[in-house]
């Protein structure tokens, strides 16, 4: 190691050869000395291919030169985080053009992943984008590795919705003019082949057909010979390629057939023009209705992106501004009129109204706000007018990251589509394989350079990678899109397509079953009026910020009492509370506090143990003058309205469910009771959820794991699949792969019900995709399938899976 000056550290160069060595730079985190250093430096010269490491602490980076076949990105990161160090990672989305299949997604995989820093890539050909995690890798560098495979590749822009519909509008109109346009130049060649099958010989000249066809060929299918060659300048395939092929041995047939015809023999030789044509524009077709498909799949996040309002209305020195929403700061406050959206996320100060936040939450009924709720951003109020202190704004939002969440899991591949990926990656080298086999087969059986040649035709063009590729994507899209309408935000594809399998449900208690706040379920004086026992309570709590000082407190100003002032308040830990009310010092608390001051609890014994036989938590009040004691409260955590419901939802769908709570055992099984929840796990400490969930797991059981805390969070992780409700924290929001958006246990089932609706799509989608090969192309190979019939079942197959996929908008919560 050779200390550089001041800050950094380097190690000693070691020979490699040039061609192989690459140059990487990244920040690290969390050095504070020169020592910090030079640890990191060690750790990384240590790495197998690495030449040299130096670590600079003033600008807090790394350089290393490094041979990327020997030594992954990833290596990297984890040699750094051994040493107690961060290298923090980016990740950066791309739009990718002129991908058309599976093969094109196999192809810019590799080719980003080569890159040096690429810890990880995922390219999706439903939504034409690519999402790269690097390790100080700049854009340029995967730009260029995508160009050099034979694509298009820029930064992907936050574009407003406007503008996004406005392009993708334009890019349709020509796409469908291209259509129209090959349409109306194939019809003249392909009606001679109808009015023959009528009995009428009617043909075209050769001359006209070749006119005809060249344009269709080399004009309108030009697109295919370019994005055909740069697949092969890459070394590889795709459906381009097929296409540019096939098309191409009919054109050269007809071609070579009208130069050596005979003119002797009267009759013209057949020709196959109206093959090539019609197969490019079949393909052009089906292209077309594949990509407005596909669009139909991000309607969801069209929706809740044209949520975002333009302007905001913010008072500023008494003054109302009209100002653009990007310009509303945290703290500011905004005016909100009947009938708008709300700008920002906030709380609001003034002001009663309702706000429908039905694209939010998928809650049908409009929500009451009053000062100090809170509200969304995208919501729109309704009837009143409300003034709203900004919480939040831009990407902090709760649209926004709603938006992001969308975004994140229909740019994920799901486990499954892994194994298609795999298979599209030989895809096309086989079947051209196949084709080869075809032609020289049957040129060996004796049959005419003519058969051949349709034949191997019709292989290379009934191939389709691009349904292999849509299948998964498309179906993951649609289901998470439906599921958002629905209140349900799915964090990545995995944890969708995993919650098919769930057959058993845990089920935190407070606040995920139940309200999660605790109310006055029962009151039983003895020796005073019920009122008076309330009022009295009330006033010993009046200055207590308990959770049960509040639902006394909330119960006395639900029967309008008058609650006199209390004096000398304290708490007496671990007991109750103590305080002076009209001259009379009373005690609120546990029996044990009674106990303490010598007071008979008998009176009350039998109605205290039926409220504890119910989970119910007790507390006495008494006079300590006497001592006397003047009844007792009963407090209940009531389970939410859905919850009953919810279970049996559950059940009917063949579910095992659990409830794990780290209540009492009391608490527990008697919310357990009235919700039909046969197994009970209770007294759990927070950080013996986890290993709960891992004791199911271990039983061969697949789990789902729903709660709302921060003591969840670590059960949430360890489940199969974790399902947070959305009034909860962040830590159990961030933990789980699903996230509520409404505190309701009915979506759990709904949950789980659109995962299964969505797992049986990619699984239709992938049995027709290949059903349209398996079958197809021995059907070709065969000679009973002609160039025209295949290349109209080619075009049509991915047509046929985005529309399978988007049957998945038919799904309603519920169902």
Known sequence: MTALPSTAHSTAPTALPAATTARLEFPVTGMTCAACAGRIGKALSRLEGVAEASVNLATERATIAFDPARTAAAALLDAVRRTGFDAPTQTLDLEIRGMTCASCVTRVEKALTRVPGVLAADVSLATETARVTVLGTAPEALTAAVERAGYQAVPRQDEAAADADAAAEARARRERLRVLAAAALTLPLALPMLFQAAGLHVMLPGWAQLVLASVVQFWLGARFYAAGWRALRAGSGNMDLLVALGTSAAYALSVWQMATADPSMGAAPHLYFEASAVIITLVLLGKYLEARAKRQTTAAIRALSALRPETARVLRDGREELVPAAAVRVGDTVLVRPGERIPVDGIVREGASHADESLLTGESLPVAKEPGARVAGGSVNGEGRLLVETTAVGAETVLARIIRLVENAQAAKAPIQRLVDRVAA?????????????????????????????????VLVIACPCALGL???????????????????????????????????????????????????????????????????????????????????????????????????????????????????????SARLMQELGIDLAPLADAAARQQAEGRTVSFLADTAGPVLLGLLAFGDA?????????????????????????????????????????????????????????????????????????????????????????????AMQAAGITLMRGDPALVADALAVSRRTYAKIRQNLFWAFAYNVLGIPLAALGLLSPVLAGAAMAFSSVSVVTNALLLRRWRPGA
């Open 471 to 589: 299948a998964t994507p498309t179906a993951i899209m649609a289901g998470t899109g439906v599921a958002a309408q629905a209140g349900i935000l799915v964090k990545d594809a995995e944890a969708l397509e995993r919650a098919h399998a769930v057959d058993t449900v845990v089920f935190d208690k407070t606040g995920t079953l139940t309200e999660g706040r605790p109310a006055v379920v029962a009151l039983v004086p003895t020796g005073i009026a019920e009122a008076d026992l309330l009022t009295l309570a009330a006033a010993v709590q009046s200055g207590s910020e308990h959770p049960l000082a509040e639902a006394v407190r909330t119960a006395a100003a639900a029967r309008h009492l008058a609650v006199p002032p209390a004096a000398d308040l304290r708490a007496l830990p671990g007991r109750g509370v103590a305080a002076t009310v009209a001259g009379r010092d009373l005690r609120l608390g």
């Open 426 to 458: 030989v895809f096309v080298p086989v079947v051209l394989g196949i084709a080869l086999v075809t032609l020289a087969g049957w040129l060996l059986a004796g049959a005419p350079v003519e058969t051949a040649v349709v034949a191997a035709v019709s």
């Open 639 to 731: 389970p939410k309205p859905s919850a009953a419901r919810a279970v049996e939802r559950l059940h009917a769908a063949g579910l095992r469910t659990v409830l794990l709570t780290g209540d009492n055992r009391g608490s527990a099984e008697a919310t357990a009771r009235r919700l039909g929840i046969p197994t009970v796990l209770a007294e759990v400490l927070p950080e013996d959820k986890a290993a709960a969930v891992a004791a199911l797991k271990a039983e061969g059981r697949t789990v789902a794991m729903v709660g709302d805390g921060v003591n969840d969070a670590p059960a949430l992780a360890a489940a199969d699949v974790g399902l947070a409700m959305g009034g909860g924290t962040d830590v």
